[in-house]
């Protein structure tokens, strides 16, 4: 596992964090935004003791959407108490993997999420997205005055990003 074994040797007295969160598209019934889900992050970093004096620096990596949960929680973390501002001071940067910092195209996700709660969600991450552009500026201001250390890595060709899969017939029950 290269987050483990790897990244330590890399930068030594730091630890590395992934974050994992709850999203469907298809079926969903969550109505949480991005907002939402970043406020849940920075609770379970401040409950799970990142807030502490003695807290290593860290670093994250993410992924995607989390990319984006990542900047708003940093953007959280800045405009919040004196714990949550030293918590910020712990984060010596991020590496950022396929995060849609200046949006996606969304149209087939739409489609899938039809009607649903998550459908706001989805359009916060369209390529027209002021939410992401606002978000942008502001997290750009916080890592730059912090010092952080940001490693972007993102494909440079088209592709697929998302497929409905049916599920396969099983004969044996004739559906």
Known sequence: MWIRDAMPACRPGTRFITYGYDTELVGSRSFQSITDLASTLVTELTANGWARPTTKPFMFLAHSLGGVILKQALVMLAGSGARETFMLTKVNGAICFGVPSNGMATSHLLAMVKDQPN?????????????????????????????????????????????????????????
């Open 119 to 175: 459908r706001s969600l989805v359009k916060d991450l369209s390529e027209k997205s002021e939410y992401l552009c606002d978000l942008g500026k502001q997290f750009d201001g916080i890592a730059h005055n912090r010092h952080m250390k940001l490693f972007w890595a993102y494909e440079t060709l088209e592709s697929p990003t998302a497929v409905v899969r049916r599920p396969v017939p099983d004969p044996a029950s004739g559906r």
